[in-house]
């Protein structure tokens, strides 16, 4: 308890100012370490390099290439990604076991890379709304994920309880990330099938593994629509130019189906 009143403190110290890009870096540096500690990794390289390159591919199109991007698969089921300050962007197991193709899963890194390159979880901290401020940034300043009571919160939902981005910041974020999928030359059909794929999955199964994606990028259904309008406009010569799928794609799914199940994360 004493803790977490220290920790308010240290947010209000930062509330107004401007964080630099040395901070953030900084910031999220901090949080990988915590998230490295207490989340389970998919320990296969290949899986982690291919996840890393692609996510790479389209990271070096925006205007924060010069960032040290560094993407990571989590060993758990359930389908959910996040982005730390920095470009630390961490996807889940249950999103490339759901993937048909490369584009889906472009689709979803395009996404989280948009909310690091918009400085989404930046921007909630520099207008001190405390309030959404999630466990990582309390973890990078105060260290409390060290405690049980932290860990027991990052494992809520099988996943990292981190900065809630608004409505507003996932249209962004969407927005963004069909830009940044179009620039690697990849087709943004994929962000479109897969999120399609997922609202079917948590209308049938009453949310499941997927309801996680929802309940951490709120919109989902709109957001659908708004990709489906943005489809739209792309000419039909250019989208089918774009990469729906690599060779890499098939040889990680088939390692992946050879991994042992994923831990259960608590709260499932
Ligand atoms: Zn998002």
Redesign the pocket.
């Known amino acids: 308890m004493r803790n977490i009143t220290v920790t308010i403190g240290a947010i209000a110290l930062l509330a107004g100012c401007a964080v630099s890009t040395q901070q953030e870096v900084q910031m999220g540096q901090d949080e990988a370490q915590q998230v490295n500690a207490q989340l389970p990794m998919v320990q296969d390289a290949q899986i982690q390099n291919y996840v890393n390159a692609l996510g790479n591919r389209i990271a070096r199109t925006t205007s924060r290439s010069d960032l040290n991007w560094q993407f990571q698969v989590v060993n758990s089921d359930v389908v959910n990604?996040?982005?730390l300050p920095g470009g630390f962007v961490y996807v889940n197991r249950g999103v490339l076991a759901r993937a048909s193709n490369m584009s889906e899963v472009a689709g979803v890194l395009g996404?989280?890379i948009e909310?690091v390159v918009r400085r989404h979880s930046v921007k909630q901290m520099e207008n001190a709304q405390t309030a959404n401020v999630g466990v990582g940034i309390l973890c990078a300043l105060t260290g409390v994920c060290q405690s049980g009571v932290a860990q027991a919160a990052i494992n809520v939902g099988g996943t990292a309880v981190f900065a809630k981005?608004s409505r507003t910041?996932?249209i962004q974020?969407?927005e963004g990330g069909f830009n940044n999928v179009i620039h690697a030359g990849i087709s943004p059909r994929g962000m479109y099938t897969f999120f399609q794929k997922l609202l079917a999955e948590d209308q049938s199964s009453g949310g499941g593994n997927a309801s996680a994606w929802f309940s951490?990028?709120p919109g989902t259904q709109d957001r659908i629509v708004d990709i489906q309008r943005m489809l739209n406009q792309v000419p039909a010569q250019t989208l089918n130019s774009l990469a729906t799928n690599d060779a890499g794609f098939s040889s990680m799914k088939a390692r992946l189906s050879q991994l042992a199940p994923a831990p259960r994360a608590q709260g499932q």
């Open positions: 990604a996040f982005a996404h989280e909310h981005f910041d996932e974020a969407d951490d990028h």
